[in-house]
């Protein structure tokens, strides 16, 4: 098998990606370097839906296939309307990208805000609405820092069963 190593630098940093992609003319450096990075957010966008919007849980509720499927639409439609509301709270503000905002405290904020607003009229829901994204603005994650390192770990399994601490408890 072919394959094609593109190596570029962001911050000092060196990354590689290793791609089947060998035609040099039809996939240019730049584009192959860009569409890594886009991957990488959009991974980061199913870990939000993983983790956030299924709370952590390991498994569906659904047990048939037709609502399976039901399950993940209604996931993915939750997390495009919530990254909706988020692209538009930040339109205005030029400075500030949708993905700097924390996605689970939008999406809670969000929740708790269609929950408990109950316009009195139709016409305060404008106010309501505004009020919603000035608060949104405010989720703001902290500015990345280059100098941080995380090495991959392979984290234990959770269990329900408590685990032995000493070997004496063995006998």
Known sequence: MDARLTSYKVDGKSYHVLSSM???????YEEVVDVYVQR??????????KQTLNQAKLTLRSKKPEMVRQELWGLLLAYNLIRMIMLDAVKDMPELSPSRLSFGL???HIIVFFLTTLPETVTKLPVHYEYLMESLRMMKL????PDRYYPRVVRKRPTKYPTKKKASQLN
């Open 22 to 28: 060998v035609d040099v003319l039809q996939f240019p």
């Open 142 to 145: 902290p500015d990345k820092r």
């Open 106 to 108: 939008c999406m809670r």
């Open 40 to 49: 990488w957010e959009i991974e980061l966008g199913f870990r939000e839906m």
